[in-house]
């Protein structure tokens, strides 16, 4: 089964709106990443939240994560129509060294 | 550009071809990693390289043969492949193999099995 879930699967917004979405994961993990994919190319790293670490922030990005709740958010803040965009989180796991275990991804589309 | 170069960025195979995806990376990495990116479906992991010995091997069919004759270079042999086999394939490195910094990726391959 897979390791992180993303919620929503889809999101449209209006540029200038913030965007969230959620990332949950079953197992203890080493650290959690967050990844973004034009359409049909390569996924790009936004950032990386170690499992000791509460938030995360990155120009307009803002991650948090609760090891609690084996979860954890990105917020795309004041969104502009170049983040449309799928984003992905991907976990790597505390005792499986190496093995990004991606998402299904959450489809972000931002209107002009 | 990520500093991962893959080739061909499109590729159309029949079910009888042999054909080889390339990946080359000169950014120093320890780790390189083939996935495999269907539509409507989470990356799947398929083979995991450090310091050019392969170290997991994701269940994956044996007509995906990888190869990695040095740290920069990590090929996917590909021989009587099945139409659900279409996808888009991406390679990606890392600094090491235990996930303490980011991967970075290619632009992918997408192949097509006719």
């Known amino acids: 089964s897979q390791q992180g879930e993303e919620d929503p699967q889809a999101l449209s917004i209006q540029e200038g709106e913030n965007a969230t979405m959620n990332c949950s994961y079953k197992t203890s993990i080493n650290n959690l990443q967050w990844y973004r994919q034009n359409s049909g190319r390569g996924l790009v790293h936004l950032i990386l939240?170690?499992?000791?670490?509460r938030e995360k922030h990155s120009g307009r990005l803002r991650v948090t994560l609760d090891t609690s709740k084996k979860s954890s958010s990105l917020l795309i803040t004041a969104s502009r129509a170049a983040d449309t965009a799928s984003y992905f989180c991907?976990?790597?796991?505390?005792?499986?060294?190496?093995?990004?275990?991606f998402g299904q991804g959450t489809e972000l589309s931002v209107k002009p | 550009e990520t500093g991962v170069t893959q080739t061909p960025r499109h590729l159309v195979m029949g079910m009888t071809n042999k054909k080889s995806l390339k990946c080359e990376q000169h950014l120093g990495h320890n780790a390189m990693y083939w996935y495999k990116q269907s539509a409507k479906k989470p990356l799947e992991l398929m083979f995991v390289?450090?310091?050019?010995?392969?170290?997991e091997n994701n269940s994956v069919p044996s007509r995906f043969s990888p190869e990695c004759p040095n740290s920069s270079h990590l090929f996917l042999h590909l021989h009587t492949l099945q139409p659900e086999d279409s996808a888009l394939y991406l390679c990606a490195s890392s600094q090491d193999l235990w996930g303490a910094a980011e991967a970075f990726f290619g632009q992918g391959t997408r192949l097509t099995v006719v």
């Open positions: 390289y450090s310091l050019e010995e392969r170290v």
């Open positions: 939240i170690r499992s000791n670490e």
């Open positions: 991907a976990s790597v796991l505390y005792n499986q060294g190496g093995k990004l275990i």
